[in-house]
């Protein structure tokens, strides 16, 4: 038999791990013959784009596509029709499949892909079609149901703390007032920007306020948040998700919000960092700097966590033998059997229960107030930003794998 | 006798390693006992907040000194008045810098500091003190004169084309046409953006646009320039200054650029990245992202060039060498003696002649069309950006020096 991998979604670090995972399980297996790569997901499958990544990866590639950040096969936002209204696509890709001899297909993404896989395993087997699909779970924003944490997260998090670590020095050298707030990816769970706690475990203080979108936010109530840290230190660092509304209405309509709608009909706003920027300004009226970590967050990956990359690569494997054992409509999740010393446990979970579910930062882990969050979490967020990758340089620059189209 | 060094100015990477070049130096001299630390930059001077470095640091606080951003003695911006007009604070500093017997003042900065060094050691002379006043260049915009490059550059260097060269492969996933614009600091000179044009030795085809406050920018011409882009690639790359101003009578207005007035009197203005993205909404109507590299690109001392750091750490030993020969008012330069290979000589030059100036971008390195950079400077920026620190981390961070005050 043969298999193809295809990647979808928003990149991350280790998404190319994971597709290593897939790609050396299926060569080392004498039931496969050929692993494909789909370009830019399943767009590839339905337009019959694909690259026989067997004949195609040396070994060194395999080292370079290791470091290389976002997705080598590309990606696409594709969300499938239901078979039941419209089935044409469905019928495209099951011929090319065919054509190539493809009884297995992995898909690695997010909640959306993990919709991408529930519904074609199911039109696989209301068909009777010997072709399973299995999911393969990435995100930095670490939100999918039934798994302890998601492959593509540490990576994340050690870019955030690390970076965050750096903007507190940067912003304490000077002796006079000064606010500094970092925006951090995660539109509707804050784990990201949760994980700035984890530089408390060096005796770092800052970032002294941290907001999630679990929590309704008070402008009025950050103001003074942010005064009273201002007693005790000239330089106040916080961290706040992109998620993060302001609903107060003496703020909401301000005019840093601009109102406008792009052209996918969403409202085009200033990001919360710049919005809180110019509150303080206006209210408070120190020295105030906002910083947006942007896309930086998932491709830094020369600053990947090794740990990160390792379980996103045996995940990917994992896949494999998951189809091997004749199964579909599944996805690959991680329980976490021991806190210290860490262990982690892959298992399966049927897609259907992580499609299109969203996992929230817990309750318990932010204070009372809050502007912050306990030390709980630190112990689950520590063994995932471990080790670094030894990586591959070339006059100074990380060597990246680009795939021959 | 005692010396004393400060830290003034905007952050670097290696600011610290320029402290070390002099404190270590003067650790080794037997004709200086203490080496002492301003806290605050000329601050602490004025008000008397020393620390003595020789009786603080060991040989294991260098070593995460020389891995640790920003300044680890703390900055300022104080400009010192004209000694004919008000002298009191003259009479402050040197009656401090008696009563600990310090008779050399070492001041790592940009044009600022220089300016301060000069003022002072015009002070010294003029009053028969013997105490010199030395500076160590530092800047991220690589914009002094009379010295070949600034220690501080190198690591900015590497930060800004490691990370281009991540966001190039993160905006490159998808098939639908999409650009990226990434605003890089620099508000008078365009090196640190211009260094982009380094990726092209490994291959890389992006940016596709580069430009700089050095040349005029008409807005018409940087949406043809796009367009034309857009016929052989999907996903464009632009870099820009953030100095880059749009005078275009037909755009300069646009409410993206508020007009508002900060407490300082400044114009708050949104960025040029902020702007180009929504004048390409408007214009064009693909999809566009802007990304701003922020304080990030003078901080990131996880990624430094080990180049940079060396050098900065020399100058700073050279600076001492200087003292004990008796100068005063002079800065240290470095001279590039042999470009391949790369071979630079540290010599000094009388901080009048830097004070107060600033180098731009060779012209001769731009483009006739003004959009992107020559060949030529590759080899310029090349050896600046060479080699890695091995990072101490703790817990899977990188370790940071913090002083006790």
């Known amino acids: 038999m043969n298999i193809v991998v295809a990647q979808s979604g928003g990149p991350t670090c280790v998404i190319n791990a994971s597709m290593l995972g897939v790609f050396l399980k299926g060569k080392e297996s004498d039931k496969i013959q050929k692993v494909y790569g789909s370009l830019n997901g399943i767009e590839g499958l339905i337009n019959d784009n694909l690259v026989d990544l067997t004949a195609t990866l040396s070994e060194k ?3 370079i596509i290791r470091q290389t950040p976002a997705t080598v096969l590309g990606s696409c936002r594709y969300k499938l029709p239901d078979s039941e209204k419209d089935s044409t696509v469905y019928e495209t890709i099951v011929k090319n499949m065919k054509a190539h001899s493809i009884s297995a297909f992995f898909y690695i993404g997010g909640n959306d892909s993990m919709d991408t896989v529930m519904k074609l395993s199911k039109y696989f087997k209301e068909n009777n079609l010997d072709i399973c699909a299995i999911g393969v779970p990435k995100t930095i924003d670490n939100d999918l149901v039934e798994t302890d944490h998601t492959p593509g997260f540490g990576s994340a998090a050690k870019y955030v703390t690390t970076t965050m670590q750096e903007i507190i020095r940067d912003s304490s050298v000077y002796s006079i007032p000064a606010v500094t707030i970092v925006e951090i990816m995660g539109r509707d769970t804050g784990w990201l920007t949760a994980s700035t706690s984890l530089l408390r475990v060096n005796g770092e203080k800052a970032p002294h306020l941290i907001y999630l979108p679990e929590r309704e936010f008070s402008v009025n109530e950050f103001l003074d948040d942010i005064r ?52 303080i ?36 494997g994992e896949a494999v ?69 030894d990586i591959q340089r070339e006059n100074g620059l990380p060597k990246h794998y680009i795939i021959k189209k």
Chains 1, 2 share one sequence.
């Open 228 to 279: 009273e840290i201002q007693k005790e230190t000239p330089s106040v660092i916080v961290a706040v998700s992109e998620g993060v509304e302001i609903t107060d209405e003496e703020f909401s309509g301000d005019d840093f919000r601009s109102g406008k709608v792009d052209n996918f009909g969403h409202k085009y706003i200033a990001g919360i960092g710049r919005a809180l920027e110019e509150i």
């Open 321 to 389: 033998k998951l189809a091997l054992d004749g199964l579909s409509g599944k996805t690959l999740v991680f329980k976490r059997v021991s806190i210290n010393p860490y262990k982690v446990e892959i298992s399966s979970a049927d897609v259907s229960k992580i499609a299109n579910q969203v996992k929230y930062f817990p309750p318990e882990w932010i204070n009372e107030k809050g502007n912050n969050i306990t030390d709980d979490a630190i112990e689950y967020f520590l063994p995932l930003i471990q080790g670094e990758l």
């Open 281 to 316: 300004t206006n209210k408070i009226g120190c020295k105030v700097r906002s910083i947006e970590l942007n896309v930086m967050q998932r491709c830094s990956s020369h600053l990947a966590s090794l740990q990160d990359i390792k379980e996103a690569e045996k995940i990917g």
């Open 61 to 63: 590639d395999v080292e």
